[in-house]
C-alpha cells in the first residue's frame, strides 16, 4: 500500500506487525534513510544488510534472511540499499511466503512510475511504499520542527527556516546538525530547549562553510599542495578543526547519494542537474570532479574516519590542528590513488 506524507511517519514509528517490505523510494534519499531509521529504532532493532545483487542471484535468498532467527537474540531489520529491479523476484517471494521474524527495508532511490517494485508494493497489504521528496518552504520548516522534537529542541518556524536554507533542506544533514545543537544547549526528549540564533550562530549550521568547506574538497581532491597552503593558515590552536570536520562530513553526505545513483546506471550530468538548489552553483566542478574520483565504498571509508576523527578532537589530548591535518592528508594521499 502507498503511505502519504501525512501517514508515513506514524506507519514507521508505530509499525504495523504485519508489514514485511517497506520501499522508501524518490529522489531525496536522505529522507528515505531517515524512515528507514526511524523504524528500526521503533522496532529496537538492529539492521542487516543484503546487496541487491546478492538477491539477483538468488532471489529466494530475501525471505530466508527475513524469516532467519536473529542469533544474538533481538529484532533486526533487512536493509537494502541501493535496491534496484534486481529484486524484485525476491520481493515476490518475500511477499507470497509464510510469516517472517523480520521486516525489509529497501532504499531504492529516484524509481519510475511504471517500475514493477513500486507496483508490487502499492498492491499488496503487507507491503508499503512512500516516495519521498526535497522539502521546500513550510514543509521544510515543518521537517526541521519534527526532528528538532526528537532531540528534545523547541524550534520556532523562522530558526526552523534558517536551519533548512543552511543544510540545503537536506534532512541527513539537518539531523546532524540538530543533534549538535542539542548537545550545546543541553537538551533532550525528556527536558527541551528552546533553540536560538545565537546556539546557531555559536555552533550551528552556517559556521562550517566557506573556507571549511574548501579544506574538505581540497582533500577528497588529492590536492597536497593547496592543503598544505591552507592548513597553514589556521590557527595554532586549531579551533577551527571540528568546522572543518563537520565541512568534510556535510560533503559527504552529498556526495554519497549521489555517487549511488550513479553506480545504480543514471547519468552523472543528469544527477548533478536533478540535485538543483541543493548545489550552489559555485560548488558544481568540484563536485562533478570528486564524484568521478571517489565510488560509494572509497566514501563510505572516508565517512567512517571523519566521525572518529570528531570524536578524537572532542575528547583526545592531542593537538587539534596536527590531529586534523595528519587526516586531511591521509585523504588526499587517498584520493590520488584513485
Not at 5 to 19: A, G, H, L, M, T
Not at 218 to 234: Q, W
Request: with cysteine; charged share 25%; hydrophobic share 45%.
Amino acid at each position: 500500500m502507498k503511505a502519504s506524507k501525512q501517514s508515513v511517519v506514524r506507519s514507521v514509528e508505530q509499525p504495523d506487525p504485519q508489514i514485511r517490505f517497506y520501499l522508501f523510494h524518490g529522489p531525496d534519499e536522505a529522507q528515505s534513510r531517515a524512515l528507514g531509521a526511524r523504524l528500526v529504532e521503533a522496532l529496537g532493532a538492529s539492521r542487516f544488510l543484503i546487496s541487491a545483487g546478492a538477491i539477483k542471484s538468488d532471489p529466494p535468498t530475501l525471505a530466508d534472511e527475513a524469516g532467519a532467527m536473529n542469533l544474538f537474540g533481538g529484532t533486526r531489520v533487512v536493509w537494502v540499499e541501493p535496491a534496484t529491479k534486481d529484486i524484485e523476484q525476491g520481493v515476490v517471494a518475500l511477499l507470497e511466503g509464510p510469516a517472517l521474524e523480520s521486516p525489509v527495508v529497501a532504499i531504492a532511490g529516484d524509481l519510475a512510475k511504471s517500475s514493477p517494485l513500486i507496483k508490487l508494493a502499492e498492491s499488496s497489504p503487507l507491503a508499503l511504499t512512500f516516495a519521498a521528496y526535497a522539502p521546500e518552504g513550510r514543509d521544510a520548516e515543518r521537517m526541521v520542527i519534527d526532528l528538532g522534537r526528537r532531540y528534545g529542541l523547541k524550534i520556532a518556524p523562522p530558526i526552523a527556516a534558517r536551519v533548512a536554507g543552511a543544510c540545503a533542506n537536506d534532512q541527513a544533514i539537518v539531523s546532524q546538525e540538530l543533534q549538535k545543537l542539542a548537545l550545546y544547549v543541553d537538551a533532550s526528549p525528556h527536558s527541551p530547549k528552546e533553540l536560538d540564533h545565537e546556539a546557531i550562530d555559536a555552533v550551528g549550521t552556517e559556521a562550517a562553510e566557506g573556507d571549511f568547506m574548501r579544506l574538505a574538497d581540497l582533500a577528497l581532491s588529492g590536492d597536497l599542495n593547496g592543503l598544505s597552503e591552507e592548513m597553514a593558515r589556521l590557527s595554532a590552536a586549531g579551533s577551527e578543526a571540528i568546522p572543518v570536520v563537520r565541512s568534510l562530513q556535510r560533503r559527504l553526505l552529498m556526495l554519497a547519494p549521489a555517487r549511488a545513483r550513479i553506480e545504480r546506471g543514471e547519468r552523472p550530468d543528469a544527477v548533478m542537474t536533478s540535485m538543483g538548489r541543493a548545489l550552489f552553483w559555485k560548488d558544481k566542478t568540484i563536485f562533478a570532479k570528486l564524484l568521478s574520483r571517489w565510488d560509494a565504498a572509497g566514501l563510505a571509508t572516508v565517512s567512517e574516519r571523519a566521525g572518529r576523527l570528531e570524536n578524537a578532537l572532542i575528547f583526545g589530548a592531542g593537538p587539534d590542528r596536527e590531529t586534523l591535518g595528519e587526516e586531511l592528508i591521509a585523504i588526499a594521499r587517498a584520493a590520488r590513488n584513485r
